[in-house]
């Protein structure tokens, strides 16, 4: 049983495709590309998926809760109706009417990739697709990932955290396209959580609602 974790990056998306311990590295130009690989059984994806039209998601305020050191990883999704926006100024104003709160650049520039996400998911959304945070994913396999996921210290605590259920470094020695190790990292982790889900012992933050598309507002490990 393969599944297929996935973290953006420079406008594209890093994969790992984990399928036993074996994982193997994958770059993919778009959300499409995601889609397309074949024999996937699960795809978790750090990114969000089911979008608010009022407020704050139910499952980031708790991501943040469970993230004590590093809750600021956990952007605060955007309402549904700034996909629509073009620029910052105009998400701001989108944001504020709809919610009470403002945008934060960080956030805004997720918009293009959450965007052509739910574009490519469909009515009703491919139910192979869930949503991840890395972060919470490496907690919960090793509590000893704390430091920075850019340190040395930070990348050690990563790798040896997922050692545990992977070749990982097997995976960053057989990259050839030179991927950032920091998302290949994240990919990987999100592999694992996507093995959780096809396994059926994930767990989640957020409630059991879903938008006005029908994605579920939920973050899963």
């Known amino acids: 049983m393969a599944v297929l974790g996935v973290d953006g990056w420079r406008g594209a998306w890093v994969g790992a495709l984990l399928d036993g311990r074996s994982v193997t590295l994958l770059a993919l130009p778009d959300v499409a590309a995601v889609l397309a690989v074949p024999d996937v059984d699960v795809v978790a994806i750090d990114m969000p998926i089911g979008l608010s039209d009022d407020g704050a998601r139910a499952c980031d305020v708790a991501a943040r809760g469970r993230l004590p050191g590093a809750a600021s990883t956990v952007f605060p999704a955007p309402v549904r109706s700034v996909l629509h926006a073009t620029t ?29 996400l739910d574009d490519a998911l469909g009515d009703p959304p491919d139910p192979r697709v869930r949503e991840v945070h890395p972060e919470l994913s490496f907690r919960a396999l090793d509590g000893r ?63 059991h609602r879903a938008d006005a598309r029908g994605r579920p507002m939920r973050i899963h490990w």
């Open 88 to 116: 910052y100024d105009e998400a701001r104003t989108t944001s504020l009417a709809a919610s009470g709160r403002s945008l934060s650049v960080q956030s805004f520039g997720l918009v293009p990739a959450i965007r052509s």
């Open 145 to 207: 990932v704390t430091d920075r996921k850019a340190s040395g210290r930070g990348l050690a605590q990563r790798i040896r955290a997922l050692e545990r259920v992977m070749d990982v470094l097997d995976a960053l020695a057989d990259d050839r396209v030179g991927l950032p190790v920091v998302d290949a990292l994240d990919a990987c982790a999100a592999a694992w959580s996507a093995k959780r889900i096809a396994d059926g012992r994930a767990t989640f933050v957020g409630d």
